[in-house]
């Protein structure tokens, strides 16, 4: 296995008319080594399922190179099919069939025996925490085991550790199966795997994460751990929330962060105790305009503001995927 598990360089890709196209990536630039967790984050139509579908060999670049686990996805497609694994945004499992079926017949599929693939859908259960569902119908189960049993299919057939393509793999599970489906990725990482995901969920890429690549028109915009991404963005922000639009209108020009949802508004602060008190003394000193408050350090969420010109919350109300792109279908690899 080469030390750069994933490698791309100047890759482009428009779609639309000829006449008319509309670029979605720009000359996009990535190194994963070997083991890393590697997550892209973005608002819609900033590339990232373009980026994994030409990782994944699923569609070609414009223009650029790239290469998974040491092959060129055009001239090694099928010996980067054999080394990666790809879950997309909606789960490819059949929910006719029971888990143990449908890992069964994945493996079949890719070759494997009868015996073999009894053999590997049993461990593979096993691993993913599903033997005691193994008999059920996947129409009974949870969104979060259905996950599961989405990322066991892709590894039926793929050499451990490989690569493994996650796109949005969260996305609309509810809490606890999303804490789920997070160990899931970090024993994967743990073990060897490499995995790049991408994701709308800042909180999903702030703990996963060993780099993020912010993507914005097509090109990262910013690289870095999320430690390193969040100290680009110092200091300190003085959050409150007003009792009145009046209030809110008033004070809005001196304020960095604004939620007129929620009558929210953030002013520069250095933290401490003492400049909170006289910022609260100094903008409301009948005590009359602010209902609360709260100190905020500097987090993803305000990077990826910087970056993009929209908050993660922004970007994921719309819908999910790439807005410029054609529907992705669920697919393993």
């Known amino acids: 296995m080469p030390e750069t598990m994933i490698e791309a360089h100047g890759l482009t890709k428009s779609y639309g008319k000829p006449s008319d196209p509309v670029r979605v990536l720009d000359g996009l630039g990535l190194q994963v080594p070997r083991g890393e967790v590697f997550a892209l984050l973005g608002p819609n139509g900033a590339g990232k399922t373009t980026t994994v579908r030409i990782l994944a060999t699923l569609t070609t670049a414009d223009s650029g190179t790239a290469r998974v686990a040491g ?51 049993a461990e593979l259960l096993e691993r993913f925490g599903l033997t005691e569902a193994a008999r059920r119908q996947v129409r009974t189960y949870s969104g979060g085991m259905r996950r599961r049993l989405d990322l066991a299919a892709g590894l039926v057939g793929s050499p451990e550790p490989g690569v493994f393509f996650l796109d949005e793999p969260t996305t609309g599970l509810d809490p606890r199966s999303r804490r789920e489906l997070w160990q899931v990725v970090r024993d994967l990482a743990d073990g060897g795997a490499t995995v790049l995901l991408t994701t709308q969920y800042l909180e999903e890429a702030d703990r996963l994460a060993d780099h ?37 209108l008033r004070l809005a020009a001196r304020a960095v962060h604004h939620s007129p949802g929620t009558l929210t508004l953030g002013l520069p602060t250095d933290g401490t105790a003492a400049h909170a008190r006289a910022l609260l003394d100094e903008i409301d000193p009948h005590r009359t305009d602010v209902e609360r408050f709260s100190v905020h350090s500097a987090s993803l969420d305000d990077v990826f503001l910087a970056l993009t010109g929209e908050t993660a919350e922004e970007a994921a109300g719309e819908t999910t995927g790439e807005t410029t792109e054609p529907t992705e279908e669920p697919t393993h690899v």
């Open 212 to 248: 993020i690549a912010v993507l914005n028109g097509g090109r990262a915009v910013a690289e870095g751990s999320p430690e390193t991404l969040k100290a680009r963005f110092p200091g300190h922000r003085l959050d409150l929330v007003l009792t009145g639009r009046e209030a809110y």
């Open 71 to 121: 092959f060129d996805v055009v001239a090694d497609r099928h010996r980067v099919r054999r080394a990666i694994s790809l879950t997309g945004q909606f789960a490819a499992v059949d929910a006719t069939q029971t888990g143990e079926e449908n890992l069964r017949m994945t493996a079949r599929l890719t070759g494997l025996s009868r015996s073999h693939a009894k053999h590997r859908a």
